[in-house]
């Protein structure tokens, strides 16, 4: 178990990396997470895009093994509960709707709010849970050293459950698709993302907070397995 948890935190970095590094080469620029979105990543226009698109979408499948260790160290501990089946449900609900918005064109407006809506709620639902089955578990762990550890992860996981909550009502939401009028030096008026484009960054901010639950979650897993 242990080794399969570590394994799978290392090629999540390495298919994330594989995707950016892919789509540079492919596209000839660099990717911009401030102004671009999780869509446009997997641009089709790129020479390497079906690389990209495999590594980015192999990326969410690496974030779900520790739900099924977490249920079967959960078994074997006895500590499996109503409690450890929301966080597997909320989180696989999370990465099923952030595969979404990742295939839905940002000029589908209301579609593609309504996705990132809900992946910030299944995010929070999913780390505010595991927060409280952290708390849970840390009462009866053998070692004080191991209790605090659960405890840090678990208040981690609460600021990531805040953080999912806070992106939603962030008020330049309501007018992200604002574009900035520059001047050029003709005279010409051109429409230009504003760095951070709110929408395209909220959203990888997401990905990145689920990322770091992904990894708090698996290290708690490893720490009171070996407790």
């Keep these: 178990m242990i080794l399969a948890i570590t394994l799978s935190l290392i090629f999540e970095a390495l298919l994330l990396m594989t995707s950016f590094l ?25 020479d390497l895009s079906l690389v990209t ?9 690496t974030m779900v093994p520790w ?4 249920l079967e160290a959960g078994a074997i501990s006895g500590t499996l509960s109503t409690m450890t089946w929301f966080v597997f449900a909320s989180f696989a609900i999370f990465i099923a709707l952030f ?21 910030s709620a299944f995010l929070a639902i999913s780390s505010g849970t595991e927060g409280s089955y952290l708390i849970r578990i840390s009462s ?24 999912s909550l806070g992106i939603l009502v962030n008020p330049k939401l309501k007018n992200w698709p604002k574009l900035d009028a520059v001047s050029e030096t003709d005279g010409t008026v051109t429409y230009k993302r504003p760095r951070p484009f709110v929408l395209a960054f909220s959203e990888w901010i997401l990905l990145f907070l689920a990322l770091a639950f992904s990894v708090i979650a698996s290290l708690s897993l490893l720490i009171s397995f070996i407790a």
Excluded: W
């Design 99 to 119: 595969i979404a918005i990742s295939l839905t064109d940002p000029a589908i407006e209301k579609g593609h709010n309504f996705l990132f809506a809900g992946s």
């Design 22 to 46: 892919a789509y540079q080469k492919g596209m000839k620029k660099k990717f911009d997470i401030l102004s671009e979105f999780p869509y446009e990543l997997m641009d089709k226009k790129s």
């Design 67 to 70: 739900l099924f260790f977490q």
């Design 140 to 163: 009866s762990a053998g070692s004080g050293s191991i209790t605090t550890l659960l405890i840090l992860a678990a208040v981690l996981c609460f600021l990531i459950a805040l953080a």
């Design 53 to 61: 698109r495999l590594s980015f979408l192999l990326f969410f499948v």
